[in-house]
């Protein structure tokens, strides 16, 4: 009788035994913090991640955990965002240590966002400056500031839309109104376009 007693115990205490081994043994697969500096990447290079630091691409044998909370699976190049967003790195795409993507081409950024109407052999314009370069001091201390200004101006736009992501992509139950972020973004807009 006593042993029938003891059964019960002794197979929950194997399966809170198990359970605990395979969390520890899924966890040990992500790196702990991983040392970069803001220029290094995580880049799908052959069809694995690896970490490139200047020009020099490191292997990576365990997925990566970055500190905003993305993790980044080293072997098949599937990104999961803090959100709960999953995509997937296509050749040449990376992640900066800040968890921002950076996609090599128009297909790659397309097909993260669902779009699969952009063409694969589709590339991005390189943009070329058609003013002639500037003759004075004077008129490259203008032109400086002319492009700090767009890239300030850009800057804010992008905390807008990253500001209307959040309010779009929030649990609420009611149609989010952007309509304030929209007119802001409207006015950036003209003042990029008249600079």
């Known amino acids: 009788m006593k042993n029938l007693v003891l059964l019960p115990a002794l197979a929950v205490s194997m399966l809170t035994a198990s359970a605990a081994l395979a969390q520890t043994t899924s966890s040990t697969n992500?790196?702990?913090p991983v040392a970069t500096t803001p220029s290094d990447r995580f880049m799908l290079q052959n069809g694995e991640v690896v970490l490139v630091q200047g020009k020099r691409p490191t292997p990576l044998t365990k997925n990566v955990l970055l500190s905003n909370g993305t993790k980044i699976n080293y072997k098949s190049g599937i990104v999961e965002l803090p959100g709960g967003k999953i995509t997937t790195l296509k050749e040449g795409d990376y992640v900066r240590p800040n968890g921002d993507i950076v996609f090599a081409?128009?297909?790659?950024?397309?097909?993260?966002?669902?779009?699969?109407?952009?063409?694969?052999?589709?590339?991005?314009?390189?943009?070329?400056?058609?003013?002639?370069?500037?003759?004075?001091?004077?008129?490259?201390?203008?032109?400086?500031?002319?492009?700090?200004?767009?890239?300030?101006?850009?800057?804010?736009?992008?905390?807008?839309?990253?500001?209307?992501?959040?309010v779009l992509s929030g649990s609420v139950p009611r149609p989010a109104d952007t309509a304030a972020l929209d007119k802001q973004l409207e006015a950036i807009d003209a003042k990029l376009k008249s600079n």
């Open 105 to 166: 081409t128009p297909a790659s950024a397309a097909q993260a966002r669902g779009d699969n109407s952009v063409p694969a052999t589709a590339k991005f314009d390189t943009y070329l400056d058609p003013r002639p370069a500037p003759a004075t001091p004077a008129a490259m201390e203008t032109r400086l500031s002319e492009m700090n200004t767009k890239i300030s101006l850009m800057a804010e736009k992008i905390q807008l839309l990253n500001q209307k992501i959040s």
């Open 30 to 32: 992500v790196a702990g």
